[in-house]
């Protein structure tokens, strides 16, 4: 029995560093964290639909260096404790290479001071709150952040729409929404229009009436919800259950085929800041579509093409790079300039954080239509 275990465990002794070793030859291990599943479930789902996509076309062209890249995903649970604890098992159990995540702000804040710690580069394709990339010089982002989002909504509003009261519904548990009520707030106010209210609500709740009814006393022309689609389909459905007729203006976090689903009609004639638009006719998004389409028969969203962008870059890094390690990824990530992204041209600036440019998209029942493009 000792000599048997003795034995076993001397095998495991020689057979763990091999194991160690053929992976690190053979491929390029990359990390994803995201939220497959829960009431943002489409945020992971999306994002590892575009990124799959993104290497496998990589892998069929030979991959990089000789080595073809792995991709392993574990799902948060839309949780940001979860979304530490997978981020620590990406880094010290699987040895990736890189990570890719998180979409919601809060999850990817929860996760980038391991990556920090660990000093492995993270990539979020879409988190949108400045606080992200401040945790420090290992984490990125290939999207607009929400200084800029509120400021467009702001400006859209009052120079588009010429609407100028408006009362926000945020989500008070929630960094991104937070954020981006605090800045499209401020821009509001700056630009000459009026903010009636500001009412709040918190993660995971379903019933809006009381915060809609206090909202319909003031009798605003616009509400602004810069929550995530679930809570914005069932906030427009019980808005329009009250008889308020008001324009909703929202942001990226609306975006999901599901809003359609809640919300029906209710959502209608909404107006919300996007990354892409997919009746943009450039062809670089256009050939993402038709690609997209062919493999998981579904109109790709905003996290889809970010997803597949944030894949690419990241290639891209790791092509230029010298060697497979994290800190040379990092410091070529860093210097990504004038990348051809679907959702944009993608230039790393100084704050590691990516400079373009956002669409606004129309609400039209299951459909949403490119509306204008916002440049910074
Ligand atoms: N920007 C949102 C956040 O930071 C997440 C999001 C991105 C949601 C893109 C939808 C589309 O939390």
Known sequence: MKKLFSSALLGLLIILPFSGCTKKTDEILIGEFGTLTGSEATFGQSTNKGLRMAFDEINAAGGIKGKKIKLITYDNQGKPDESAAVVKRLITQDKVLAIIGEVASSRSLAAAPIAQQYKVPMISPSSTSPKVTEVGDYIFRICFIDPFQGAVMAKFMLDNLKLKKVAVLRDVKNEYSVGLADTFIQ?????????????????????????????????????????YYTDAGLITVQARQLGIKSVFLGGDGWDSPKLHEIAKEAASGSYFSNHYATDSTETIVQEFIQKYKAQFNELPDAMAALGYDAGKVLAQAITNASELKPELVKNELAKIKDFPGVTGVITIDEKRNAIKSAVIVKVEGNDKKFVTKMTP
């Open 187 to 227: 821009e509001v106010k700056a630009r000459g229009g009026e903010v009636l209210i500001d009412v709040s609500y918190q993660a995971n709740d379903i019933d809006f009436k009381a915060q809609l009814t206090q909202i319909k006393s003031k009798n605003p022309e616009v509400i602004f919800v810069p929550g």
